[in-house]
């Protein structure tokens, strides 16, 4: 089903008959009784912003924030620093367009600023003549509604700001009223806006908070089966969800204890967290990698064939000095050690005695 839409000043237009249920439609508002602040946004959880963004803008506000309405909108990013758009309008006037939208047996949907019916073209500033007020928006979306006066030096402001220079693009009922040093480079024509054609932003409804409750009091009754329904559908979800995590929960705990059981299997006498067995296996299999070289060095291979040498020699070490290239060892009661059989592949082999005291050396033979 076509949501219908029009601006609220033409809200004459659709007639409802007698016996007939109010119509639902998404209505254009004045923009002229509406203004946009862009600000830093709150360092606050985003909550919490409905309840800090009135007593930050308090200072800008004519009227008391109590008698205002705010509407949290796009938030963008740059590389220092979060803003986010505040669409301010009193609550008054929000009243008002509803007891209109009422007693024209219409229930609306959405309240829309109607600047956002122009559209927001890169380079170019649309400007729109509507009953005694000009519509603005610039490339950026961001738009205003002024009597002519107001909205000229706002859109001098905007040229001049520019890095590039936008087109203006102007429809007015007569080009006199455009100043002739903005009329010579501005595309003028004389075109409406079609309100019920142009597209609707429903992003920027103003219909929040206390509104919500204001615009759907009336057709409440015709909602309450689909609401209903939904909160059955949520809360089965809900419950179904939980039901998967606590599966998930039980599957997650069980390769926890998987994963720590393989790990003491693998690296017997070891012990790590799940979350930290991967670290940890990672850190043994490098030690493990580094004592396998270590083992496969001449040095070890020669350590390796005195052990064997010294075998029930029954000797004594005194001292042990080893490096790349050379080993020394000091015995004693070296009675039953035959020097003869004393061999190390790539070493050669001397000894002395000196008192109780056998000197042995081995001296890496360089290879050609």
């Known amino acids: 089903m076509t949501l219908s839409v029009d601006h609220i000043h ?22 002229e009784r509406i203004t946009t602040h862009r600000i830093d946004a709150p360092a606050a959880p985003q909550r919490k912003w409905s309840e800090l963004i009135p007593w930050i803008l308090e200072d800008r506000l004519l009227q008391p924030v109590d008698d205002m309405h705010f509407v949290i909108g796009a938030i963008s990013s740059t590389e220092d620093k979060k803003q986010v758009d505040i669409t301010v309008v009193s609550k008054q006037d929000m009243r008002e367009w509803l007891r209109i939208a009422d007693n024209a047996s219409v229930d609306p949907v959405a309240l829309i600023p109607d600047y ?11 400007m729109v003549w509507q009953e005694g007020v000009f519509l603005v ?15 000229w030096h706002f859109v001098r402001r905007l040229i001049e700001t520019s890095d590039i220079e ?28 079609d309100w019920p054609l142009s597209e609707i932003p429903l992003s920027a409804n103003l219909l929040s908070g206390e509104f919500i409750l204001s615009a759907n009091k009336a057709s409440s009754g015709a909602w309450l089966s689909t609401a209903a329904l939904l909160i059955l559908t949520v809360v089965l979800g809900f419950g179904y969800l939980q039901v998967s995590n606590s599966v998930l929960e039980q599957s997650v705990a069980d390769l926890e204890r998987q994963a720590s059981k393989g790990f003491s299997n693998v690296f017997p006498g070891n012990k790590a967290k799940p979350e930290k067995v991967r670290a940890s296996g990672e850190s043994l299999l490098a030690n493990l990698f580094k004592q396998h070289q270590s083992s496969n060095s001449p040095v070890m291979l020669a350590l390796v064939g005195l052990d064997q040498f010294m075998a029930a020699c029954n000797c004594d070490l005194e001292s042990l000095a080893a490096d790349e290239s050379e080993i020394q060892l000091k015995l004693k009661n070296t009675g039953k050690l035959k020097m003869a059989k004393l061999k ?17 050396r081995l001296l890496e033979v360089s290879k050609p």
């Not at 033409?10 to 923009?31: C, Q, T, Y």
């Not at 956002?116 to 649309?126: D, K, T």
């Not at 490339?139 to 909205?151: Q, T």
Request: proline letters at 6%; charged letters at 30%.
């Open 344 to 360: 190390i592949s790539g070493y050669k082999t001397t000894s002395r005695k000196l008192g109780e005291i056998t000197s042995i």
């Open 116 to 126: 956002l019916a122009l559209p927001s073209e890169e380079g170019r500033i649309n």
């Open 137 to 151: 928006r610039d490339d950026s979306g961001r738009g205003f509604s002024a009597l002519p006066e107001v909205a």
């Open 166 to 193: 936008p087109r203006l693009s102007i429809s007015v009922p007569d080009e006199n009223l455009v100043p002739e040093d903005l009329r010579d480079d501005a595309d003028i024509n004389s075109a409406d806006i």
């Open 10 to 31: 033409h809200i004459d237009r659709h007639v409802i008959n007698e016996g007939e249920d109010n119509k639902s439609m998404a209505l254009w508002v004045p923009s």
